[in-house]
């Protein structure tokens, strides 16, 4: 796609391929120097350990135009950090922050032509990921690694961000106890494939996973966390070592306790108490926060009446951390990486 094509205010959350991307091999237990290329393809030997084995992890993480024609990351530190804790029980070889920062920066000011502008509601999407590459037949570890960053200018995730979604509690479970839930593997994905046809097949937006051991408790959907508001506004965040930390959800909790004064916990939420709540949300990257209008499991159905609207809790701390990603509320200490 060339860049003076792109209509920004009609983006999707679709992939658009860029000018470049930045790639670094791994071989005889080091990383090279890294570099950035003009190819988008990826050419990798047929028995790679990721094809065969799924040994591949990813990140996500935005770069936004701000009002002043600056160029800004939010809070990368922690993706790196997440991509080193998701390499660890991948059994894959740690790319360093310093390293994966700096290659933020070079990818980022490399395709700069592709951050829409400010006020579009548009941004650049940066998707680091790292596969083994190197063969192996035996059930093992590669020997050899690819970490990649590529960049795609987004929409909004969710077609209509006025239209509260409708969700249903699969019969499928996401996580277990001891299981992946907590890192960013493609593997996580692959099995929430299915489960995520039949939802649609059923006429719901997503999935709500429970805990695979009791399947009593919410932990979160397919690629976002969940979160809800009580009628006296306490902002509820389900907690369980088989959720993905995501680190729009580990904000708004900042944000609804510091900038909101909002009552915060993080606990186990359990399906049955999905009555006292009157607003709920999911929060990632790609969408911020989505509303959620219903959750139904098999014969119930949860409504959440507050979830939309001006005055709903979502709603201001949507506004508020949205505020800090493009700079126009102040940011927390250490939250915003300006690049240009
Ligand atoms: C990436 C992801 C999220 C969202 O994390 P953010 O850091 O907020 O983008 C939530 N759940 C799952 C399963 C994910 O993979």
């Not at 902002?235 to 900042?254: D, F, G, H, M």
Request: with cysteine; charged share 25%.
């Amino acid at each position: 796609m060339i860049k003076e094509k792109i209509d920004w205010a009609n983006l999707g959350f679709g992939y658009i391929q860029s000018g470049k991307r930045y790639i670094s091999n791994y071989k005889d237990g080091c990383w090279d120097s890294g570099c950035l290329s003009e190819d988008a393809n990826v050419v990798i030997n047929e028995c790679a350990c990721v094809l065969q084995y799924a040994q591949t992890c990813f990140e996500g993480l935005k770069a936004y135009r701000t009002k002043d024609g600056h160029i800004v990351t939010f809070r990368p530190d922690l993706n790196a950090e997440r991509m080193i804790d998701t390499c660890k029980k991948l059994e894959m070889p740690i790319f360093s922050k310093e390293r994966f920062l700096s290659a933020l920066d070079e990818v980022v000011k490399a395709n700069e032509d592709f951050v829409p502008p400010y006020g579009t509601g548009a941004s650049l999407y940066i998707r680091p990921y790292m596969f083994g590459s190197g063969a192996v037949m035996g059930v093992k570890p590669a020997k050899e690694y690819q970490f990649r960053m590529f960049v795609s200018p987004v929409g909004p995730y969710f077609k209509s961000a006025a239209k509260a979604l409708n969700l249903c509690v699969s019969d499928f479970d996401r996580a277990a106890p001891k299981g992946t839930g907590a890192v960013k593997a493609g593997l996580n994905y692959a099995m929430s494939l299915h489960a995520l046809m039949v939802a649609h097949a059923n006429g719901f937006d997503e999935n709500v996973y429970l805990d695979a051991a009791t399947r009593t408790k919410i932990e979160e959907t397919g690629g976002a966390n969940i979160i809800f508001i009580s009628k006296d506004r306490t902002l509820v965040v389900p907690k369980s070592e088989s959720i993905l930390p995501s680190i729009t959800r580990r904000s708004l909790v900042y944000v609804g306790d510091k900038y909101l004064d909002l009552k915060v916990e993080e606990r186990d939420v359990s399906l049955n108490e999905l009555d006292n709540f009157v607003e709920c949300g999911l929060c990632g990257t790609a969408a911020v926060i989505s509303p959620v209008g219903t959750i139904t499991s098999h014969d119930r159905v949860y409504k959440f009446e507050n979830s939309i609207g001006e005055t709903s809790v979502l709603t201001s701390l949507y506004k508020t951390l949205t505020g800090i990603q493009s700079c126009e509320i102040e940011a927390p200490e250490g939250w915003i990486r300006r690049i240009v």
